[in-house]
T-cell receptor, first 117, second 112 residues
Framework: GAGVSQSPSNKVTEKGKDVELRCDPISGHTALYWYRQSLGQGLEFLIY????????KSGLPSDRFSAERTGGSVSTLTIQRTQQEDSAVYLC???????????????FGEGSRLTVL | AQSVAQPEDQVNVAEGNPLTVKCTYS??????LFWYVQYPNRGLQFLLK??????LVKGSYGFEAEFNKSQTSFHLKKPSALVSDSALYFC??????????FGAGTRLTVKP
């Protein structure tokens, strides 16, 4: 597709269940980011993938959160044993890099809204 | 690590008046600075960026921003605000190789 695609757009789950959120970045974009946005608030960095390098996981809030990126394209963010405080919009973004210079702007998906009951 | 501060949670202006949304940054090395806008229930959209060159950069929808190295600032401006500019605005920074970090956001309200 032309833009970053995220699914599902909305997910309601019960406390303690596992959820998977998917991000399909723009074709050719080597950098992929996950952010979390609580209601009307700022963006909390979660994880960053750049090409074949080891991901920067420094923003993941707990070991219940994990993410992978297969084949340098699609990424899945997994939240295990969900808690009510995990409720938020999870935003994925991708960008184009040139060599070592990472000057490209991010292109965001519409987000996945997670509600944990 | 790189960081961004947006000192104002809320900015209110009257339609037709100039607007400024403030941003200051901290980064080791040369900064790459960005502004994004978020309309209700939507993802973020890129407005403009500073990488190098002219300190005044122009972007989408008539917005511009001025890079000031001595004050480590990158304030967003528009000469004449529109009601349709009302949204949440985010400043962001990265350095050469690290990830992009965002400010807390500033809610702009333009009143008719």
């Amino acid at each position: 597709g032309a833009g970053v695609s995220q699914s599902p757009s909305n997910k309601v789950t019960e406390k303690g269940k596992d959820v998977e959120l998917r991000c399909d970045p723009i074709s050719g974009h080597t950098a992929l980011y996950w952010y979390r946005q609580s209601l009307g608030q700022g963006l909390e960095f979660l994880i960053y993938f750049q090409g074949n390098s080891a991901p920067d996981k420094s923003g993941l809030p707990s070991d219940r959160f994990s993410a992978e990126r297969t084949g340098g394209s699609v990424s899945t963010l997994t939240i295990q044993r969900t808690q009510q405080e995990d409720s938020a919009v999870y935003l994925c973004a991708s960008s184009l890099t040139s060599g070592i210079a990472n000057t490209g702007e991010l292109f965001f998906g519409e987000g996945s809204r997670l509600t944990v009951l | 690590a790189q960081s961004v501060a947006q000192p104002e949670d809320q900015v209110n202006v009257a339609e037709g008046n100039p607007l400024t949304v403030k941003c200051t940054y901290s980064v080791s090395g040369n900064p790459y600075l960005f502004w994004y806008v978020q309309y209700p229930n939507r993802g973020l959209q890129f407005l403009l960026k500073y990488i190098t060159g002219d300190n005044l950069v122009k972007g989408s929808y008539g917005f511009e921003a001025e890079f000031n190295k001595s004050q480590t600032s990158f304030h967003l401006k528009k000469p004449s605000a529109l009601v349709s500019d009302s949204a949440l605005y985010f400043c962001a920074v990265r350095d050469l190789v690290n990830d992009m970090r965002f400010g807390a956001g500033t809610r702009l309200t333009v009143k008719p």
